[in-house]
């Protein structure tokens, strides 16, 4: 089986050199908005951003706030060349990529991944939106960096030398994209931002963690939370630990990894969360910030 024991570090790791080939790094794990503050340290409080080293690459799921902490990192490690896959463009899986530092350094190379928006928005129309005026100051054009486009439709399948990134569709307002990474054997499931489906499972989702080494999924909510009856989370495009366990044990997945926690969700509360997850899949655990597990 895998090594798959996680070793929590500071915001910044370029001081940790692991010896595994496949390594998934967690830079940002909120989900919504960013939660800073004394009731946040140990789970973190940037927004969604995975980054996965693979057999020498780079690849970095989603540009949230922990974007910006990870692009500080990189910043002592250039020239970089890095693959970025969006699974949409919801504003806190986009909001760092405004602050991603090595962009703007000439020298550095970013091939970029993404759906096209249901009004017909391609990722580099959204990114570059975000950064027009009245809401930033700088266009996207002073990024200096070599910055290459790539739309993405679920089912694709894209292939970086002996690694191969599955796509699947994300049950999700304005839809969103799953990635299933693999080498050599090795699956690595990124599927934030989904809501289960009551009453079934989301047999898309299912064939695309079917089997994986891990599941990395939004348990934003707990049931209690989804189904409460005076404030019920239906409809908002999240999940739950529960409907996450479920899938996984369904796909036959070695270990889920609940991601995208919900920003009124404090530290106490989700080592709450945790002990319930690990009583009930106890090869699961909860993603926190600085966090980085070894697959290999």
Same mark, same amino acid.
């Given at each position: 089986? *895998?090594?798959?024991?996680?070793?929590? !570090?500071?915001?910044?790791?370029?001081?940790?050199?692991?010896?595994?080939?496949?390594?998934?790094?967690?830079?940002?794990?909120?989900?919504?908005?960013?939660?800073?503050?004394?009731?946040?340290?140990?789970?973190?409080?940037?927004?969604?951003?995975?980054?996965?080293?693979?057999?020498?690459?780079? !690849?970095?799921?989603? /540009?949230?706030?922990?974007?910006?902490?990870?692009?500080?990192?990189?910043?002592?490690?250039?020239?970089?060349?890095?693959? =970025?896959?969006?699974?949409?463009?919801?504003?806190?899986?986009?909001? /760092?990529?405004?602050?991603? !530092?090595?962009?703007?350094?000439?020298?550095?190379?970013?091939?970029?991944?993404? /759906?096209?928006?249901?009004?017909?928005?391609?990722?580099?129309?959204?990114?570059?939106?975000? =950064?027009?005026?009245?809401?930033?100051?700088?266009?996207?054009?002073?990024?200096?960096?070599?910055?290459?486009?790539?739309?993405?439709? *679920?089912?694709?399948?894209?292939?970086?030398?002996?690694?191969?990134?599955?796509?699947?569709?994300?049950?999700?307002?304005?839809?969103?994209? /799953?990635?299933?990474?693999?080498?050599?054997?090795?699956?690595?499931?990124?599927?934030?931002?989904?809501?289960?489906?009551?009453?079934?499972?989301?047999?898309? !989702?299912?064939?695309?963690?079917?089997?994986?080494? =891990?599941?990395?999924?939004?348990?934003?909510?707990?049931?209690?939370?989804?189904?409460?009856?005076?404030?019920?989370?239906?409809?908002?495009?999240?999940?739950?630990?529960?409907?996450? &366990?479920?899938?996984?044990?369904?796909?036959?997945?070695?270990? *889920?990894?609940?991601?995208?926690?919900?920003?009124?969700?404090?530290?106490?509360?989700?080592?709450?969360?945790?002990?319930?997850?690990?009583?009930?899949?106890?090869?699961? &655990?909860?993603?926190?910030?600085?966090?980085?597990?070894?697959?290999?």
């Amino acid at each position: 089986m *895998p090594d798959l024991e996680p070793s929590t !570090l500071n915001s910044s790791s370029s001081e940790h050199q692991s010896a595994s080939p496949f390594t998934i790094h967690f830079w940002g794990v909120r989900g919504s908005i960013p939660a800073p503050g004394g009731g946040t340290v140990r789970y973190g409080g940037n927004t969604s951003c995975v980054e996965m080293r693979v057999a020498g690459k780079r !690849l970095i799921f989603d /540009g949230g706030t922990g974007l910006r902490v990870l692009g500080k990192d990189l910043m002592k490690q250039m020239p970089v060349e890095a693959y =970025m896959f969006f699974s949409h463009s919801h504003w806190d899986h986009i909001q /760092g990529f405004p602050f991603f !530092l090595p962009a703007f350094v000439p020298g550095n190379r970013f091939h970029i991944y993404g /759906g096209i928006a249901p009004n017909g928005a391609t990722m580099q129309q959204r990114l570059s939106n975000q =950064m027009l005026h009245p809401n930033f100051p700088v266009p996207i054009q002073v990024m200096k960096s070599d910055l290459k486009f790539h739309d993405l439709a *679920p089912g694709d399948v894209v292939t970086l030398d002996d690694i191969t990134i599955e796509t699947g569709p994300l049950n999700h307002p304005n839809t969103a994209i /799953g990635y299933r990474v693999t080498w050599q054997g090795h699956t690595v499931v990124y599927a934030t931002d989904t809501e289960h489906y009551p009453d079934q499972l989301d047999e898309d !989702l299912l064939h695309l963690a079917r089997d994986a080494d =891990m599941l990395i999924y939004d348990a934003c909510f707990t049931d209690e939370e989804y189904y409460d009856e005076k404030a019920p989370r239906i409809g908002w495009g999240h999940s739950t630990w529960q409907a996450g &366990l479920a899938l996984a044990k369904a796909a036959n997945v070695k270990r *889920p990894v609940m991601f995208h926690h919900d920003p009124n969700h404090d530290d106490d509360f989700l080592d709450e969360v945790e002990a319930q997850v690990k009583a009930t899949f106890a090869n699961s &655990l909860l993603a926190k910030e600085g966090m980085v597990l070894s697959l290999v």
